[in-house]
């Protein structure tokens, strides 16, 4: 059995590196991998929790929040392609029309 | 019986709505509307009296209230508390109301706009209904201010003529005056209840609470002074009388309902209310009757000199109101009621009569409304009705005011014998200046030219002579009513003193005797004022407060406000309006500069928003 | 098992799932009108069965999933709102046609849906599954106007920031499985009551609470609100302003007060603060907006800042004021909100300029959206006004002065902006003099919409008492 602080520390730091990608990347597409990478990270810790807590619910729960996460993924895909479609790129530093 | 309370409060102001959202175009739609209303809502009081009477005890109490602000200091009601003296008040005000507004559809018929008057009248009878119905110190005085707005409206309801605009706004400031006073009466009163645990608006309670603790002196002296100051501006007793006169620019339908019957009573009503507060502090009792007294007879002098009929009867007005403040603060609330009740139908009278004379000859002056054939024949029953309300004015029985006001001369033969005197001189000046108007309008028949070219008077129509009549008998009975179940728990009947009655008759009889000769062959007053300071010139300036007024706000006030202005437009606007302004719009660009519009960035400021949070809960913080 | 507790959910359910059969049949041929009755007809059904269960608490799903008057008050709240946006929708849309808006319908009732489980909500699972429903609904409603590209740029703003904050709560949940080994709420209280000064625990409740205050615009999360306000089309603006925002509030509540009960001491710290800069940047930043629902967004700020003074002060009167407010605060956006639809194509333009003139051109649009802004600046006797009445009043009695004295300072701040547009309608001449025809059904809205601001103005008792009722658990 992983001791549970190894598991926390490395949760977090996949956290960290989704979260820091997020704010790095200029990709839309690569942004949204970023933030698949922290609910992985979350659920890294629900099934490490299951196993320190020999329950179940923790599996589950990582189960609901992989198909949240696809969901997720899948619309803001969508978005992405709309707004590819109108304006020809995917840039974040580009999408800025609304401001003040 | 509650619903029928709350039918008679609310029926005028779902009314006034009514007429103000759909009937503005529709003058006379508006005023059949409104005289239903009204006529609907004293009904509803007959009605309740009729209940009232059925009930079994012996002078019963009634209340009920909604919560309406549940978290003030004290949770604040919206309620109706009915008594005798509730009964009284809503059978006079929607009873002479009604009559009011079916001679207004007459009087006011030519007049376009009236559909905003009969939708500020009916404004004015919720508004006075509120007082009269209410069961606490705050619904009382957001009624109160109601009324002072209502009554505004209409002095002003000719807005385009300056006096009239000028007359409403010294109402409103006069009586804004005397509602400070009252305010701080409330509030002190409230603050000491609360102090002691059982602070309460509520005026059931404060009665009871008053019989376990009791205020220290002092404190109840202001109190009293401080409502009674607004008492005194409702009910223009001196100092703050000067806006009655003025408010004579107003229709004379208002003058009748708002200056005669009921506005200026409600003053004299909320002391009666409260005349369980006020009858333990004998000092305020004291100032009050005194204020009385002497705004009587300052009022029943200055009526002497003038030349406008209505003036004369808004003197008349002040003047009576004097008494019955005398009679409260003699401690008679039962004999101020009774004049209040008599002098409500008898005034009423006198200013429809006086209206039905100016809407015939189309002039207000006195000295200018004789006619050739004599009133008496063109304008019978306006004429008879006006003698028949001065009959009672001056207390001559079988007339109603005969009996009102002998119970308060009987009360003021117990009081101080200077207020005595003062009360009975006042019974001659009253009987002389209206010995004089009646001369002068009645008994005189013009010969001059120049007056027979005034239309031939003829007689009004039946709206305005109707309420005439009804009046009239009124003011003949209602010595004989049955007042003791209203108001016997306030007071009692003095014994009746036959010196006393004689005494007073033989002053109001002398007194127009002397009138009526004196002015019998008058054509016009004496103009010439050549000596200063005569007697006769103190009266006509009108004991010189509206001079000192004006003084006072000429010379002190307006280099208060250039001073207060100065500063303003300096300090206040310049540097603290508009430079909170400037540094508002100078930080409002600043907050602008954080939306820069890249999502990247609000990430960023989101999670160093988290890092912070955390930092500081969490890892500074021992928790 | 207490079916019959989720009978809302199940009418909800159904409604959607006839939607989504008559879009599959009927596919463009379907007409706008008889969707838009199939949803009408849901809400009323809705509403019914909220009116048949208000006085019957349960739980049901092992108690994962709980029914009481706090849910009940809020789903009342969601199908109302719910009714008004999407008769405003109906209007929103009426040039476009059917095809192009059967979706919208649908999704917009999945957002409902989301938050009708939300509120009931007793397992950390149920609720981020109902979160994530509400949410990326409102990210597909929000990107729904494909030609527009503000609409476009707030759904990726939107989205992007939206799952960073829902990152953050299943982060959080996942710490708070980690120690207390399950993800219900009542374990999850004894847990924090075993262990009260244990950090990891705190540190997942600040992550979900962080998550939260996204949701509802509270600084430091609170930059995406102007631009999705100024994007997203102007029914799902008003739903978002309305519907998420109270959801938010209703689980910040649920957890703040019987969760996270052993971390008041955190909560003094923390809400007074956040509510403080809330209405500062939420103020000063609508006062230079030319842009009505910019302007909006930042006012939906403010708002929010109003209602966190709630969360902060004492338990009793913070947590009644705060649904007082929540409730003054929905009248009057949703009345702005359904002007705002009804004029949106006559106007074309979002700017404040483009309602010049407005009093000339509908004098009932106008003074309903006058009434509604002097409202949201809490002028009396209006609804508003009794709102921050109370909210204030809390924030003094529990000698949260400074707090106090700044969510007054900034009242007339907010008079400016929201003066401003009302300026413009009344006082300026129009560009286009034709008048603008409201049709009945929407008279008839907005006047109901209008004359509850009135009475909760006046009338506060009932409302009061409405507002107690919902929170007798707490």
Redesign the interface.
Known sequence: MIPIGHVLIVSGILFSIGLAGLLIRRNILLILLSIELMMNAANLLLIAGSALHGEADGQITAFFVMVIAAVEVTVGLAVAVLLFRTRQTVDTYDIKWLKG | MITLSWAILWTPFLTAVFIFFFLLSRPRAAGRLATCGMLAAFLCALALLWDYLSLKEARPVLESS??????APSPVEFGVLIDGLTILMLLIVTGIGSLIFLYSMSYMERDESCGRYFACLSLFAFSMLGIVLSNNFIQTFIFWELVGLSSYLLIGFWFEKREAATAGKKAFLTTRVGDVGMMIGILSLFGYLASRGIGTFNFLLIEERLQTISIPSPLLYAVCLGLFLGIAGKSAQAPLHVWLPDAMEGPTPVSALIHAATMVAAGVFLLARLFFLFAQSPAALLVIAWTGGITAVLAGTVAVVQNDIKKILAYSTLSQLGYMVLALGLGNPYAGMFHLTTHAFFKALLFLSAGSLIHALHTQNIWNMRTQKGLLRSMPITSVTFFIGTLALMGIPPTSGYFSKESILAAASHGSPVLFILALANVFFTSFYMGRLCTLVFFQKSHSARQNHLHTARESGWKMTIPLIILAGFSIGGGFLPLHPFLGARGHSEPHSNTLALISIALAGLGFLFAFLRYQKKSHEHETLDSWMTPRFILEKKYFFDDVYDAFIHFVQENIARVSDLFERRVVVEGGMNGSARL??R??????T?????????????????T???Y???LS?K? | MNFSLLLPEWIALGTLLILIFREILNGPKSRNSSGIAILLTGTALLLLSLFFLRNSPGSAFGGTFVLDSFAVFFKIFFSLAAFVVLVSSRFFFRPLGGEKTAEFFLILWCALLGMLFLVSANDFLILFIALEIMTLSFYILTAYQKGNLASIEAGVKYLILGSLASAFIIYGIGLLYVVAGSTHFDSIQAAFAAQPGHKLLLLSALLILSGLCFKVAAVPFQLWAPDVYEGAPVPVVAFLSVGSKAAGFALLIRLIFTVFTPFDHERKILFPVLAAMTIIYGNLGAVVQKNIKRLLGFSSIAHTGYLLIGLAAARDSGLAALLYYLLTYALANLAIFFVLSLTANELKSDQIDAFRGLAERSPFLAASLFIALLSLAGVPPLAGFVGKFLILSAAIRDHLMWLALIGILAIPISLYYYLGVIRSMYLEEPVHTASITVPGSAKLILGLLITGILLAGFFQSPVFRIVENALQHF
């Open positions: 909604i919560l309406w602000i549940p978290f508002t719009r930080l409002s660009r600043l907050v602008r954080l939306q820069t519009g890249v999502v990247q960035f609000y990430a960023l400021f989101f999670a160093a928003g988290v912070v949070i955390i500081v809960l969490i913080g928790s």
